[in-house]
């Protein structure tokens, strides 16, 4: 039955792990997303699920499961953070590589050194190009929607790519909120069965998995694994929709808030976006014409959809919880700038790097974004393209 | 002592903390501290010249250490710190590196460079403080648990086999091993007395109370329990065959110095080896031509 259910992000996480019941769980504890690996193993003890569930000795063995997993044919998923999710990048880049439906929650959290166990997106960031769809959860219950949603995305016929959920560090994953937690049956029936594809427990069509691929073909098996994520977006849509039409809470590649007349626009992923929207309301009761852009999906980027959502803005804010050493701007900002090079009328645009190693950000710093966006607006130069957000310097 | 004397009083091995890094984040009960308070004493004891020695962690409660000693210290990641010292020493082979870091750290996913360090019998000292789990994430099972033992992700008990490390460190290479609890404080000391006289890998296993995670979870009590357990079943047997060293669940303690051997070290057999191969233009490096 479907019940309101007061569950912290991991918990959250936990629960729908539970629901999906995938066959094979593997993954080293690291904080903050331990506990997402901690009630799964209770579930798992509990009898409440029937999966396998392996402890391995490190983050890069629990990929390595996952991979041994998938290819035999199994609905797999693992959890982890920060320097766990770096350990796995070899193998994150394998498993996009095979088109194994791999799902992972990811808890956002910094990049030592120095070491910090807070919420950032420099983990998932650095991840972007290993091939992964990537989701990012405002809150536990989009965390438990995204998570849910990932299987039907990733196992896909058409994708076949694994997906990562980001949410994040400990102003997700330990906060409590209370979340709509779907019917079981009707969560198993949504999820549905995973049909494998050219499993290698399939004895009577041997096959060998990964071999070597030089010179003379290489590069055309790596275009054609783009095809996965090419393929992605209407499926995203499609599931987002499904998702809204069974459960009543509808997905979409971003979240438009109180955009409708928005002369300028702040765009914010994850938890910040909460209380960007919150400030959003303060200054629109102050008469001021600001909306809020949440980004859900980073990759595929949607570069068109975005670029047609802030093509009429008078000024943009992008806010990155990460920065990209040398590049022009934190990643989200160069995509976005990137999507809206090909409009003759396109808006001022500048970049904030905000919250690392979880540096709070509050209702007063968007404010602040917003009043210096007045001013770009008003006098039409940009004077700083790239600068911080709460950061003494 | 009056009470206001006793506000007066300093910490005993003050001048080797980072004070200011104090109160530490280790629990009552927790056996980390009792550890780094037996190594500042054999500093003392062994006079050793404080510019020249430097300690090493990795990841978790023990990984701690590095930060909270007044040393050239470093705080590395997840299972690299005998790497990291490995670089350190061979670009300093005059200093004394002493890697200080947990069972999960050295022996669980870092368990790889652990061998590989004792086989090329690299000329380090490893502290491996043994809680029997991953403490500092909330005490997951880890590849020291006891079988039997109950564990975060092994709820209703562990039912992998558990590395028995002094039979591991030996099998790998190391020249000197030794185990002690936390109740042998001045074993301990002197272990790691007599490792920083030797030449070669020591590897120097200390079974510590988690009185927060691992003691809660199996019921066992707290600190004192855990001590009185060591106490009740530990047996210093010196010498012992290390096939024989195996920790069941609140089982036996076989504690002693197992291994304490000479034989070349990595600089000793990298020197030889070019110095044979190349002649007289190979110019030897290590600890007295630098």
Known sequence: MSALKTLNGNQSIAEAVRQIDPDVLAAYPITPSTAIVETIAKFKADGMITGEFVCPESEHSAMSVCIGAASAGGRVMTATASQGLALMWEMLYIAAGLRLPIVAAIVNRSMSAPINIHGDHSDTMGARDSGWIQIYSENCQEAYDNFIQAFRIAEHLDVRTPVLVGLDGFIISHSMEVIQVEDDDEVKKFVGEYMPLYPLLDTSNKMTVGPIDFTDYYFEHKRSQLEGIENSPPVIEAVGKEFGQKFGREYGFFEEYRMDDAELCIVVMSSAAGTCKDAIDELRSEGKKVGLLKPRVFRPFPHKKIAEALKEMKAVAVLDRCSSPGAFGAPLFTEIRSGLYDYAERPRIVNYVYGLGGRDIKVEHFKEVASKLEKIAETGTVEEIYSYINLRE | ?290
């Open chain 2, 1 to 290: 002592m009056k009470k206001e004397d006793r506000l007066e009083e300093k910490n005993p091995i003050e001048n080797l903390l980072r004070m200011d890094r104090i109160p530490h984040i280790w629990c009552p009960g927790c056996g980390i501290g009792t550890v780094v308070t037996s190594f500042a004493e054999a500093l003392h004891k062994s006079e050793i010249d404080l510019d020249k020695i430097a300690i090493v962690s990795g990841i978790g409660c023990t990984g701690r250490v590095a930060g909270y000693v007044k040393l050239d210290s470093f705080h590395t990641t997840h299972g690299r710190a005998i790497p990291f010292a490995t670089g350190l020493k061979l670009a300093h082979p005059e200093l004394k590196v002493v890697v200080f870091s947990g069972d999960g750290d050295i022996a669980g996913i870092g368990g790889n460079h652990f061998i590989h360090a004792a086989r090329r019998n690299m000329d380090i000292m490893v502290i491996c403080v043994n809680n029997f789990n991953y403490a500092m994430t909330g005490g997951q099972v880890a590849a020291t648990t006891p079988k039997d033992a109950n564990a975060s992700t092994a709820p209703y008990g562990n039912f992998e086999y558990s590395f028995s490390l002094p039979y591991l460190a030996e099998a790998a290479g190391a020249t000197y091993v030794a185990r002690w609890t936390a109740l042998h404080l001045r074993r301990v000391t002197k272990s790691i007395q007599e490792a920083f006289n030797r030449r070669g890998f020591s590897f120097i296993e200390v079974i510590t109370p988690c009185v927060t995670l691992y003691a809660r979870r199996n019921r066992l009590g707290d600190g004192l329990n855990l001590l009185k357990y060591y106490y009740e079943k530990s047996e210093i047997q010196h010498g012992a065959d290390t096939r024989t060293l195996d920790i069941s669940y609140q089982g036996k303690l076989i504690v002693g110095k197992f291994v304490d051997k000479e034989k070349p070290t990595f600089l000793d057999c990298m020197n030889e080896h070019l110095a044979k191969v190349l002649g007289e233009k190979y110019q030897l490096y290590g600890e007295n031509n630098d």
